[in-house]
């Protein structure tokens, strides 16, 4: 299973940019999967997840700006993220495949992507 996730870059407060994390070896429609982050000197966040019947869950951090999108037919999910912080500035990892936790904020994975660095300009 190789997740690669992708779309990351440098975007102005109050931008948009949209993440992909693209699937190999395992499918997204069955499977639970999660997008995390990591600032610098900080720990892994949990950012949002989807469930295998397309519920989905947000950090209050980035609720209303942040939606999970999926396309099955390139086994890939998005990130769609608007109104972006200097705050959403961090390594942003895609996750798959839930084998542990009781609420979606706690939920842990099997597979992870190689993350992608987003920065957002004041």
């Known amino acids: 299973v190789e997740l690669q996730a992708s779309g990351g870059g440098l975007v102005q407060a109050g931008g948009s940019l949209r993440l992909s994390c693209a699937a190999s070896g395992l499918t997204f429609g069955a499977n639970t999967m999660g997008w995390f982050r990591q600032a610098p000197g900080k720990e892994r966040e949990f950012i949002a997840a989807r469930n295998w019947n397309s519920n989905t869950y947000y950090a209050d951090s980035v609720k209303g700006r942040f939606t999970v999108s999926r396309d099955n037919a390139k086994n890939t999910v998005y990130l769609e993220m608007n109104s972006l912080k200097p705050e959403d500035t961090a390594v942003y990892y895609c996750?798959?495949?839930?084998?542990?936790?009781?609420?979606?904020?706690?939920?842990?994975?099997?597979?992870w992507g190689q993350g992608t660095q987003v920065t957002v300009s004041s």
């Open positions: 996750a798959i495949q839930r084998i542990a936790g009781d609420l979606p904020s706690t939920w842990q994975y099997r597979y």
